[in-house]
C-alpha cells in the first residue's frame, strides 16, 4: 500500500489541516501519516488560538515517521513560526522525502493568520525542497510580489516563484472574480491551463489542504505531477459539490463522498 505523510496544523472543526488531508489521503486509498506542526482552535466561523509545536518536536515526528513507515509523498500545510519551516527542511533533507507538495498556507478561509510574518520569509527557504508549490491567489502574490487580477497574471507570478527556487508551481484561481482556473507551471517550463465549473457556495473550508493532500495522494500511487494535479482537482471539485452544509460560517467540504 502506498503512503503518504501530512506535515501541518490539527484544525478542531476536522475540515482543514491534518483532518483534512488524513480524510483525502484516506478516501484516495493511500495509508495516512502525520506530523503535528500546531494545534488550532478553530471552526467554520475563524481561528480561536493556535498553539505551535515545539520546533525539535516537529523534527522528532518525521524522525518516527520516516524511519518506520517511508511515505511515497509529503504534504506540506500550516508552518506556524520561522523555527518551524526550519526543522521541517532540516528533516526533509536528511530523510530524502520524494514528492513533496508544499502548500503555503498563510491565512485561513475564515481570514485569520495562521503564520508569522517570519514563516512565511522562511518559506522561500523550502521552496527548492517541494517537487511543487500550491499557492492561491494571495499566496501567490506574496511569494512572487507579483499582483494577480487576471491568468496572465497567474502565469508571470508562476515564473517568478520558479525563479526564486520553486521546481513547479500550481497557482489556484479560485480567488478570480469570473473564473477558477489553476495554471500548472512544471520544471521543464510546460504550461497546463485546468479548467473546472464554479460551484457557487461558501462551503470552502479546507479546501487547499484538500487539493494538496490529494495531489501529494496521486503523486505517492505513481502518477505524473500533471496527471496529478488534474486528477485532485476533479475531487476536489467534487467533493466541494456534495459539502454537507456543516457549520455556521464557512463550512467544510465531503472529503469522503467517494465512499457513498
Known sequence: MKTALTIAGSDSSGGAGIQADIKTMSALGVYAESVVTALTAQNTMGVQGVVATDPEFVLLQMESVFSDIQPNAVKIGMLPTAEVVRAVGRGLQRFNAQNVVLDPVMVATSGAALSEAPAVQALFELLPQASVVTPNIPEAEVLSGIP???????????KAIQLKGARA????????????????????????????????????????????????????????????????????????????????????????????
Open 148 to 158: 494577480i487580477e487576471t491568468k496572465e497574471d497567474m502565469l508571470a507570478a508562476a
Open 169 to 260: 508551481v500550481l497557482v489556484k484561481g479560485g480567488h478570480l472574480a469570473e473564473e477558477a482556473d489553476d495554471v500548472l507551471l512544471e520544471a521543464n517550463g510546460a504550461v497546463t491551463w485546468l479548467s473546472a465549473q464554479r460551484v457557487e457556495t461558501k462551503n470552502t473550508h479546507g479546501t487547499g489542504c484538500t487539493l494538496s493532500s490529494a495531489i501529494a495522494s496521486y503523486l505517492a500511487k505513481g502518477e505524473t505531477l500533471k496527471h496529478a494535479v488534474a486528477f485532485a482537482k476533479r475531487y476536489l471539485t467534487e467533493a466541494i459539490q456534495a459539502n454537507p452544509g456543516l457549520g455556521k460560517g464557512n463550512g467544510p467540504v465531503n472529503h469522503l463522498f467517494v465512499l457513498r
